[in-house]
Every structure is written in C-alpha cells, then in structure tokens.
C-alpha cells in the first residue's frame, strides 16, 4: 500500500499548479503554509502548498443555491488582510492553554450577471493547517437555500487514508479502515490522510452551528484524488435553510510531520468563538462509575424489574463505593419511566423503585453527585418540551451533569442527526443546559467540532464504536487495533465518551469480550481524552483489585498534552501533566503485535528525581488467551532517564510519574 502511495508522489512532484499574478496570498505566521486564492474561467479557486510543494492543487468554490449557481461566473471584488496572535485558557482540557496564531486572508467575490450576487471566503493560515469559511452576502430578513455545497479538496496525489462510510454507519459507531482515497465511497469526517512519508494531513470541519455537517466524496482522477463535499441533507433534499447574511462552518485541513502532531493540533478549537459562558467555576471535570456495564452484560435491565439497575439502594452502593474511591459522580441508566415498551417517556419524575430526591441527598452528603440521563431514542421534540423544567429540577438536586441519547435512526422519525435539524436541536439542548449549570456528556451526537470552546459545558460526547460492543456485539466487539486508531481518527473531533476501563473478561456473548489485556484497559483511561471519563465496569469487579489505584489517581484535565511516538493502528503513547500539579501520566498501548517501547523522559523537569510507577502487562499477558497478568513496578527516574515498556499483544502500559 505504501509502495503505491510513494510511486504516486514520485509522479506528482512534476505536478505544480501555478499561482496567477492576479492570485492573492496568505501564509503562516511561520511562513511553512501559503493560501493561493484566484479566479481562472470566471470560477473562484484557491491552493494550498507547505514549504513550496503543492499539497491542495486548484479547488473550486461555490454554491448551488435557490436562486441558481454562485461561484459559475464571479470576478474577484476585493480582498483584505489581518492577523491575530493570542493565548487563551481553556476551563479545561488537554492544555491548560493555547495559542491562538494565524494570518488571515479575506477575499469577496462577485457574479458578473445582473443579480450581482456576492459571497466572501474566509482563510485562516496557521502554522499546522489552515481553516476557510463562506459568508454569504445576503439582505437581512432574505430567505433561500442551499441545495449543494461545491466546495472541492483536491490533494494532489492519492494517498492512504482512515475512514468511516457515511452511508453504513449509524452513529459514527464504525471501525475506521485504511485504504487508497481513490477506492473510498462517501465518508464521514474527520478524514486521516498518510499524505506521504512524512506529511500526515486530517480534514475536518469546526463551528459547526445551523448548517449541515460535512462529508467527502472522493473523485479519483489520473493525477489528483478530488474530495468533494456532501451535505447531509433534510427529507426534502435542502441541505441547508438560511436567512440574511449566513456564516458556514470552517473547512479544516491539519498539517503534521507524524500522525502525533495531528492529535496535538488545536486548529480547530481556535476557529470557535470564544466562551460565551462568563463564569465557568460550575464546570468540572471528573471521573466517574456508573450502572451501565452490567446492563449490557445483561445483568440488570433498564426498565424496572426483578433485576432492575437503578434502584434506590443499588445507586447508594455505587456511591458508597464512589466516595471511597474518590470517583466524583455516578451515573445510573434507566432510572425514568418511559424504558418499557408503550410507557411515556419523562425526565420529570423517577421509578417507583428508585428515590432520586434520596438518593441525590444521600451522593452530596458523601461528597459525590448523581449523574442525570435523558434518553429519547430520538424523539428531540419530547426533550425540548421538558428539559427546561427538568433541568431546572436537577439543578435543585444538586446534578450538575447529564448524559442525553439518540437511539433512533431519524430524529422525531425523519431528519438525520448530522442535519440542519439535528445541529439546532444539540444547540438548543446545551445552552438550555447552560442556564441551570449543567455540563452535557452527549451519546448519539453530530460528530464533534470544536464547540466547546465556545460551550464548555458541552463536556464529551460518543460518536464513536465503543466499549459496550465489547459486552454484546455478535462479530466479536472491536478488533484489538480499534483503540490505536480512534486517537489518530475520531478523537481529532474532540473529547470522546469511550468508556474505559473493563477489568472482567467473562463473556456474555461467546467470543465477545474486551479485545485487550487488563494493562491496555488502564492506559486507555489516559490515551483517550475525556473530561467526565467513566469507569466503566461494575464495582464488584473494581474491589480488592490493585490496578484501580492508577484509576484513582488519574485526572481528566491537564495542563499539557505530548505525543512522543505512535502510528496509526499499531501504537501510540500519549504523555499529559496533571493540572495544578507536578505529575505525569502516561498510557502506550498497542495493536495484536506484542512490542517494545522506549519512552525517554526528556518531559521532567531537569535536575529533579521522579519515581516512576508503572502498570504494565505480566508474563503470559495475552488479549486472547490470559488478558489478566499485569505487573506493577517502581523505578527512580530523571529527565534522563528512558523507560523501556513490554506491551503483550493489544496490551498496554500505564504510568503515574511523580516527584
């Protein structure tokens, strides 16, 4: 596959597109990525090229609007300049802070036919990437619509890439499979691209808000792979409905010299807006249990019953067990009526058999919070009608988080989730929730893009093939290289509900378990970020059990993130620094290849002693055969220190470094 990739370059590199004198130009603050922008047959294009090679050959721009084409027929009106160089906090996060740094380059273009139509296209060069976005022109109150986007990403040689099919794959909950562009159907973004050897490149989108959520189609030509985009639409067909003066999201494409780098970048968190909650002292991360695992382990049930899951005294054993253990929340499925085949679903009132007044008073009596949960099985409409009045109620009781669901093919049974009409309704749900000071944990979701910079109590959300299939699904739950892609693919989105942290192999369904060994599962809390990061196992199976000391340990906000080494679907570590602190945690893990990592500790402060405690697979560790062997070691460590980590197959290691 890469042989392919590599003869491909070779042709491509005689392959230049030439920048007109009528061209305008932007480039990075460092100066590593320069924007082309032009008109050539009276149609708007623009280029992108990193360090003089050209990597986004002539891509076209435009519309197919209501009222006909915009972008056919346009000259180029005028074009301005800016730049910003900033740094902001973020609440919380993989940093505690990032840099915002771009040049910006304005261009507004204008039809040549009578109407005059105009649109402006935004491009944003930072020094890993660059993000663009339409402002339609439009008169305030003036209704119309978008029936195509025509936007094209046209690479300019074929190269492997990372993927889920749009249209077999509910959810986002896909296995991200590489292939040649060339051979991909219709695909959901992000997009990873191997561009070449040393080029890594992922397409996304941010700021999605009132739009339509973006997907690629590629277009495979003798000497380019086009990417074209696909709206996912309304019933009706419409991709969008718009009124006056419309901003689209931004088209993201991030740079790196290795897949690490993609997941560092924060090009996509720079292009939201700002924190439109003033005061973010409610918003806190944790870790949390809750009753889940054994649902899907069928052994308690959603709906109310002899073995129903929450119950009043079965919450309180979870919180008893939370307090001790220094978890801050639990959650527990199926405490509301509506479960039960015929029943009204509400969010306002509980089981009989569950006192969510008691049991609320009893978590913040031992300094923990019941988490809330408003599954709709896609019915947004019966959601919108109660969750003023039901967040408020929670508020009351003292929840400050909710896990909300989607289970249901179409929303209120004919829009998709990723449309117009699903992006409103997430929308509306987390500024409702905003109100009464509740932080959202969304399963189900559009995929993530960003918004929580501006929204930061939209905490994590799914989108993601995760660890329940590993309880029930009949091919066999996810392949063991699974985890070692979703930080290269989906995790680029943002904070990912995953669900970490099995410690029981026994099987439900023959053959289906978690596809790791009890090492991978303890990294993996470290390796894929989550700020309200659940532990997701029944709490017997936690009890007297000493890799749940790492847990314990754990934080899920950071003050800084690195990625010292990793390729997509084989391995990778991911090293973060605790915030307000000095400790380091570390998880590497791997796909069904055993191997060996050294990690150099060149992270530590020098000239300081660290002692290094380590989690990692024992003799015999295997996923298949023995997942349970796991050693715990302790070594004396400096910056000048490498520690060398033995990850059995679709094993792990997990660290805690402190002074």
Same mark, same amino acid.
């Given at each position: 596959?890469?042989?392919?990739?590599?003869?491909?370059?070779?042709?491509?590199?005689?392959?230049?597109?030439?920048?007109?004198?009528?061209?305008?130009?932007?480039?990075?603050?460092?100066?590593?990525?320069?924007?082309?922008?032009?008109?050539?047959?009276?149609?708007?294009?623009?280029?992108?090229?990193?360090?003089?090679?050209?990597?986004?050959?002539?891509?076209?721009?435009?519309?197919?609007?209501?009222?006909?084409?915009?972008?056919?027929?346009?000259?180029?009106?005028?074009?301005?300049?800016?730049?910003?160089?900033?740094?902001?906090?973020?609440?919380?996060?993989?940093?505690?802070?990032? #840099?915002?740094?771009?040049?910006?380059?304005?261009?507004?273009?204008?039809?040549?036919?009578?109407?005059?139509?105009?649109?402006?296209?935004?491009?944003?060069?930072?020094?890993? $990437?660059?993000?663009?976005?339409?402002?339609? *022109?439009?008169?305030?109150?003036?209704?119309? @619509?978008?029936?195509?986007?025509s936007t094209e990403i046209?690479?300019?040689?074929?190269?492997?890439?990372?993927?889920?099919?749009?249209?077999?794959?509910?959810?986002?909950?896909?296995?991200?499979?590489?292939?040649?562009?060339?051979?991909?159907?219709?695909?959901?973004?992000?997009?990873?691209?191997? &561009?070449?050897?040393?080029?890594?490149?992922?397409?996304?989108?941010?700021?999605?808000?009132? @739009?339509?959520?973006?997907?690629?189609?590629?277009?495979?030509?003798?000497?380019?792979?086009?990417?074209?985009?696909?709206?996912?639409?309304?019933?009706?067909?419409?991709?969008?409905?718009?009124?006056?003066?419309?901003?689209?999201?931004?088209?993201?494409?991030?740079?790196?010299?290795?897949?690490?780098?993609?997941?560092?970048?924060?090009?996509?968190?720079?292009?939201?807006?700002?924190?439109?909650?003033?005061?973010?002292?409610?918003?806190?991360?944790? #870790?949390?249990?809750?009753?889940?695992?054994?649902?899907?382990?069928?052994?308690?049930?959603?709906?109310?019953?002899?073995?129903?899951?929450?119950?009043?005294?079965?919450?309180?054993?979870?919180?008893?067990?939370?307090?001790?253990?220094?978890?801050?929340?639990?959650?527990?499925?199926?405490?509301?009526?509506?479960?039960?085949?015929?029943?009204?679903?509400?969010?306002?009132?509980?089981?009989?058999?569950?006192?969510?007044?008691?049991?609320?008073?009893?978590?913040?009596?031992?300094?923990?919070?019941?988490?809330?949960?408003?599954?709709?099985?896609?019915?947004?409409?019966?959601?919108?009608?109660?969750?003023?009045?039901?967040?408020?109620?929670?508020?009351?009781?003292?929840?400050?988080?909710?896990?909300? $669901?989607?289970?249901?093919? +179409?929303?209120?049974?004919?829009?998709?989730?990723?449309?117009?009409?699903?992006?409103?309704? &997430? #929308?509306?749900?987390?500024?409702?929730?905003?109100?009464?000071?509740?932080?959202?944990?969304? *399963?189900?979701?559009?995929?993530?893009?960003?918004?929580? #910079?501006?929204?930061?109590? =939209?905490?994590?959300?799914?989108?993601?093939?995760?660890?329940?299939?590993?309880?029930?699904?009949?091919? $066999?739950?996810?392949?063991?290289?699974?985890?070692?892609?979703?930080?290269?693919?989906?995790?680029?989105?943002?904070?990912?509900?995953?669900?970490?942290?099995?410690?029981?192999?026994?099987?439900?369904?023959?053959?289906?378990?978690?596809?790791?060994?009890?090492?991978?599962? =303890?990294?993996?809390?470290?390796?894929?970020?989550?700020?309200?990061?659940?532990?997701?196992?029944?709490?017997?199976?936690?009890?007297?059990?000493?890799?749940?000391?790492?847990?314990?340990?754990?934080?899920?906000?950071?003050?800084?993130? =690195?990625?010292?080494?990793?390729?997509?679907?084989? @391995?990778?570590?991911?090293?973060r620094k605790e915030r307000?602190?000095?400790?380091?945690?570390?998880?590497?893990?791997?796909?069904?290849?055993?191997?060996?990592?050294?990690?150099?500790?060149?992270?530590?402060? !020098?000239?300081?002693?660290?002692?290094?405690?380590?989690?990692?697979?024992?003799?015999?560790?295997?996923?298949?055969?023995?997942?349970?062997?796991?050693?715990?070691?302790?070594?004396?460590?400096?910056?000048?220190?490498? +520690?060398?980590?033995?990850?059995?197959?679709?094993?792990? !290691?997990?660290?805690r470094i402190e002074r």
């Amino acid at each position: 596959m890469h042989q392919l990739v590599v003869s491909l370059f070779v042709v491509s590199i005689l392959f230049f597109a030439p920048v007109s004198a009528k061209d305008v130009l932007v480039s990075s603050p460092d100066g590593t990525v320069t924007v082309a922008v032009g008109v050539k047959a009276n149609k708007p294009y623009y280029t992108v090229s990193r360090q003089g090679q050209c990597i986004v050959t002539p891509s076209l721009l435009g519309f197919q609007l209501s009222d006909g084409l915009l972008g056919g027929n346009v000259k180029m009106l005028c074009h301005s300049t800016d730049s910003k160089d900033e740094t902001w906090h973020q609440p919380w996060g993989e940093e505690d802070s990032v #840099r915002n740094h771009y040049h910006e380059l304005t261009v507004r273009f204008e039809e040549r036919a009578a109407v005059k139509r105009e649109m402006s296209v935004v491009f944003r060069v930072f020094n890993d $990437g660059i993000g663009f976005r339409y402002i339609l *022109h439009r008169n305030q109150g003036e209704k119309y @619509y978008i029936q195509d986007e025509s936007t094209e990403i046209t690479l300019a040689h074929d190269a492997v890439a990372w993927s889920i099919p749009t249209n077999r794959t509910e959810y986002f909950e896909g296995i991200y499979t590489p292939d040649l562009l060339s051979r991909k159907d219709t695909v959901c973004t992000p997009l990873t691209i191997e &561009y070449e050897k040393d080029l890594f490149l992922a397409i996304h989108e941010a700021a999605l808000d009132d @739009y339509a959520s973006i997907n690629l189609t590629p277009r495979p030509s003798a000497t380019a792979v086009k990417l074209r985009t696909a709206l996912s639409p309304w019933q009706n067909g419409v991709k969008v409905y718009c009124e006056g003066e419309t901003k689209t999201p931004w088209r993201t494409i991030i740079i790196g010299r290795t897949a690490g780098e993609l997941m560092t970048n924060r090009v996509m968190l720079n292009l939201n807006e700002p924190s439109r909650i003033d005061d973010t002292s409610w918003i806190e991360p944790g #870790r949390y249990i809750g009753i889940w695992w054994s649902i899907h382990k069928k052994q308690n049930t959603w709906e109310m019953g002899p073995s129903h899951g929450a119950t009043t005294g079965n919450v309180k054993r979870y919180i008893d067990f939370a307090a001790r253990h220094g978890f801050s929340g639990v959650l527990a499925e199926g405490w509301n009526p509506g479960w039960g085949e015929g029943e009204q679903i509400t969010y306002l009132k509980a089981y009989p058999d569950f006192d969510i007044e008691e049991v609320c008073r009893y978590a913040l009596s031992k300094g923990v919070r019941f988490i809330g949960h408003t599954e709709t099985w896609g019915n947004t409409r019966l959601l919108e009608q109660q969750m003023d009045s039901a967040f408020a109620w929670y508020s009351r009781l003292g929840i400050r988080a909710v896990k909300t $669901g989607y289970v249901g093919r +179409l929303f209120d049974g004919k829009e998709l989730a990723k449309s117009q009409y699903g992006i409103r309704h &997430y #929308r509306k749900v987390i500024e409702c929730a905003a109100k009464y000071h509740i932080m959202i944990d969304n *399963h189900e979701p559009a995929m993530p893009t960003g918004i929580q #910079r501006t929204w930061p109590n =939209l905490m994590t959300q799914e989108g993601v093939r995760g660890q329940e299939y590993n309880a029930w699904d009949r091919r $066999g739950g996810n392949p063991p290289a699974h985890t070692v892609t979703l930080p290269f693919t989906r995790c680029l989105a943002g904070p990912t509900d995953f669900t970490p942290a099995i410690f029981n192999f026994s099987e439900v369904v023959k053959g289906t378990h978690p596809h790791s060994t009890l090492a991978k599962q =303890l990294a993996e809390f470290v390796v894929i970020y989550s700020p309200l990061q659940m532990a997701a196992d029944a709490i017997e199976n936690y009890e007297s059990q000493p890799a749940l000391t790492f847990i314990e340990s754990c934080p899920t906000t950071w003050s800084k993130t =690195l990625v010292p080494n990793g390729e997509i679907g084989k @391995y990778v570590t991911v090293v973060r620094k605790e915030r307000g602190g000095d400790r380091w945690f570390v998880g590497s893990i791997t796909n069904e290849e055993a191997r060996q990592i050294d990690l150099p500790l060149s992270f530590l402060d !020098a000239g300081k002693q660290y002692r290094a405690m380590i989690y990692e697979d024992g003799p015999g560790a295997d996923y298949d055969t023995n997942p349970y062997p796991m050693t715990i070691r302790q070594e004396m460590v400096t910056s000048q220190s490498t +520690l060398r980590l033995s990850l059995a197959r679709s094993g792990g !290691a997990a660290i805690r470094i402190e002074r």
